[in-house]
């Protein structure tokens, strides 16, 4: 990776990636879009572009102009948005995936977009979910997420794109908090935590979903990214994960730090039927096998990480 593209960039992911890739490949050459503008280093801190990933000419303009060889493709509406708007989820979530495919293919880029334990569904194994298993997810997320994977590979396999991936598990960060995810309790916990001491916790007790701390995510998709090609067999859809926990084990890991916070539930039925059709934990055996992958941080560690942060950010 010499010269990256970033959509989505100011999104969760996009907000710390850009940071870490201008800290490691330079300022200049790490090339932030995004549809909107805000008040954030990304759009200050380096080459910043006004982009709809729905826009394919935009996107291949901008790629050009640049020249970049490197495509990271964030742009998308989380699981519980997409349930809400199906069309616009389709639209978004595939048409974009769609132009920055083909981007990467005109111009022989590397190229990498995230899925998500979103892909797996009802009828998946629950506990140690494997790499390769059944997947018939219910949500339009899912959908997309699978069918994402599947188009990767076609790039790959027959255009020869440098495709890569992995599937999230709920993402947990200090910096940008996360919009429309069913994994989102997850963030909020800590800033209800700090700010009223409890939490309403819209799923519900005893869910288990995969859960991992942003910089682990972070040094993953570069890793994945510097990992050499030759030992990839499954490319585009790694599982990862670091923490497998519900509701009630973010309460356990607050309390060792706020002894005085309590929480209780309001149970959300989309979020929690779509957290319910979702594994308890995910096996990542070929993500360390294949490229070396490790997560740094349990509940614990994070949690301390996260309280720490938030209290600095909300002073
Ligand atoms: C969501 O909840 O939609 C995301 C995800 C797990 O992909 N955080």
Redesign the pocket.
């Known amino acids: 990776m010499k010269k990256i593209l970033i959509t989505g960039a100011l999104g969760q992911i996009g907000s710390e990636l850009t940071t870490k890739l201008r800290e490691i490949y330079g300022t200049d050459n790490v090339v932030a879009t995004d549809i909107r503008e805000a008040d954030s280093p990304v759009v200050t801190g380096g080459p910043f572009e006004i982009l709809d990933v729905t826009d394919y000419e935009k996107m291949l303009m901008i790629a050009k102009k640049y020249q970049v060889d490197t495509v990271i493709h964030l742009a998308a509406l989380?699981?519980?948005k997409a349930e809400n708007n199906p069309q616009l989820a389709w639209n978004l979530n595939m048409n974009g995936l769609m132009n920055a495919l083909e981007v990467a293919r005109e111009l022989d880029t590397k190229f990498f977009t995230p899925s998500?334990?979103?892909a797996f569904g009802p009828n998946t194994p629950k506990d140690l979910t494997p790499q390769d298993t059944i997947q018939r997810p219910t949500t339009m997320?899912g959908v997309n997420k699978v069918a994402g994977e599947l188009l990767c590979d076609y790039y790959y396999n027959r255009f020869g794109v440098d495709t890569r991936g992995v599937r999230?598990?709920?993402?947990i960060s200090y910096v940008t908090e996360?919009g429309?995810?069913?994994?989102?309790y997850a963030v909020e916990i800590y800033y209800e935590a700090l700010k009223k001491g409890s939490y309403t916790s819209y799923i519900a007790e005893g869910t288990q979903m995969d859960m991992m701390y942003m910089p682990d995510a972070v040094n993953a998709i570069i890793q994945l990214m510097e990992a050499d090609s030759e030992k990839l067999v499954h490319r585009n859809a790694f599982n990862i994960t670091a923490v497998s926990a519900s509701p009630e084990d973010f309460e356990a890991a607050i309390k060792k730090q706020l002894p005085e916070f309590t929480m209780d539930y309001k149970v959300d039925p989309v979020r929690q039927k779509i957290a319910e059709s979702w594994p308890n934990s995910i096996d990542c055996a070929a993500a360390k096998d294949e490229w070396g992958f490790e997560a740094k941080y349990d509940i614990d560690k994070m949690t301390t990480d996260m309280l720490e942060k938030l209290r600095e950010k909300l002073g």
Do not use: C, E, Q, R
């Open positions: 989380l699981s519980a998500s334990i979103g997320y999230f598990p709920g993402l996360p429309g995810g069913t994994t989102d």
